[in-house]
């Protein structure tokens, strides 16, 4: 009997042994979850596999002595999808570190199961703020822009300019609610005021019946609370039904690619914000002319988004030693973020700090080649660009006090 006992410990030590080698072995992975085939596939989707691709190819292809790999799936824009996955990917498939997230509702399904796997989700493609506040997480970053950020320089500008009165077409879901509601906030502390909201489901092809509304309330905006194809599609029946003639029209999300999908005719004089262009300077340029030559067009902010928080994982894994998520997050956070895209610092809530950049949409005159889409007309600090910390209700930033 006792021959036996210590037969089944060694046995017991010898598989625990071959096991933690194998976890030693075992590649560094990256998961990149995003909307593949829909709405918002040609602001990130595959587009976010080749930035995140290029980021570790330019990290060095290995980290710890170990390969990096690259993991991409579609959610669907279905949050229980999206959960399922990064279940998987977590408990059977080694994945580290999950990256991209487009649409508010899978964002905060993903962090919700990355925080109770501990496990490192950052979001490079969605606006809701309930990311840093409410449904804050310790291994979450909200890298991009959000909603506080997209709306508060545009409608700022508008109403400075004489857009007192407001009439919003608004995604169906809580990004869009985010939008209208940042963006209000703003208007009404202005002394402007919101004429009225009209509410449309993600994907709707004909929009017709909320632009005349908002044409019918005589508002001297136009606010869209959408993205991807619902911000194309909107901005060209604008264009279709004479809008732009009598009313002025805010984007609050849309995406060089949208711009190019719309084209410069029915997009010109757009004012938008945005958290990355292509042509801003020479380290944008160089780094978008590599990634149009791989995916055919120039990036989006959610591509070069997705290419810095990857290469900033990567940069804190090596400097800990370790995937360990905890030590990793940690000086993610201790480590300003200094790369082609971005410069900033990420906020225990989760906020990563950087600059904005309010831009005008381009006359086809002003537009001296393919892509040479915008004027950037102000630089917006980071500090003014998020929505300050002591408004955060993330309770990991209110224990800092």
């Known amino acids: 009997m006792r021959q036996g006992l210590i037969t089944s410990i ?9 096991n933690s080698a194998g976890a030693q072995d075992r590649p560094v992975k990256i998961g990149v979850l995003g909307d593949q085939n829909s709405a918002y596939s040609d602001l990130g989707g595959k587009g976010s596999v080749v930035a ?41 498939e080694g994945v580290d570190m999950i990256t991209d997230l487009t649409n508010s509702a899978v964002a905060i399904a993903v962090q919700n199961v990355s925080k109770e796997k501990k496990r490192i989700d950052l979001v490079t493609s969605t606006a809701t703020t309930a990311l840093t506040n409410e449904e804050c997480s310790p291994y979450g970053v909200h890298w991009t822009f959000d909603a506080y950020a997209l709306s508060v320089g545009t409608a700022r500008t508008l109403v400075e300019q004489g857009g007192k009165s407001w009439y919003f077409i608004t995604a169906d879901y809580t990004f869009g609610y985010n939008l ?22 993600l994907n709707t092809a004909d929009f017709s019946s909320q632009l005349l509304e908002a044409k019918a309330s005589g508002a001297d905006v136009i606010g869209l609370a959408n993205s991807g194809a619902d911000t194309t599609n909107s901005i060209k029946q604008a264009a279709e039904f004479g809008i732009m003639k009598t009313q002025k029209l805010a984007a609050f999300l849309p995406f060089i690619t949208d711009i190019k999908a ?34 055919g067009t120039m990036p989006t902010q959610v591509h070069a988004g997705t290419y810095s928080a990857v290469l900033h994982y ?14 990793v997050i940690r000086k993610m956070r201790e480590t300003p973020v200094d790369d082609m895209a971005f410069k900033g610092r990420i906020r225990e809530d989760g906020q990563f700090i950087h600059a904005m950049y309010l831009v005008q949409v381009k006359t ?17 600090p980071g500090d003014q660009a998020f929505a300050p910390a002591a408004e955060s209700k993330c309770p990991l930033l209110q224990k800092k006090g």
Do not use: C
């Open 262 to 295: 719309i084209g410069l005719p029915n997009a010109q004089k757009l004012i938008l914000t945005t958290a990355f262009y292509w042509d801003y300077d020479d380290a944008k340029r160089a780094w978008s002319e590599r990634f149009f030559k791989l995916h």
């Open 52 to 92: 995140a691709q290029m980021a570790i190819d330019d990290f060095g292809k290995t980290v710890l002595g170990k390969p990096i790999e690259l993991v991409g799936a579609d959610h669907q824009n279905k949050p229980e999808v999206a959960a399922n996955i990064a279940r998987r990917w977590y408990d059977r």
């Open 10 to 18: 060694v046995a017991l030590l010898l598989a625990t042994g071959a």
């Open 180 to 201: 209208e509601d940042n963006a209000t906030r703003v208007i009404k502390a202005m002394n402007g005021k919101v004429l009225g909201s009209s509410k449309a489901p």
């Open 314 to 327: 990567l940069k804190a894994v090596q400097a800990v030693g370790s995937t360990e998520a905890e030590a």
């Open 364 to 380: 086809p005159e002003e537009s001296k080649r393919d892509w040479d889409f915008y004027t950037i007309l102000k630089t917006i």
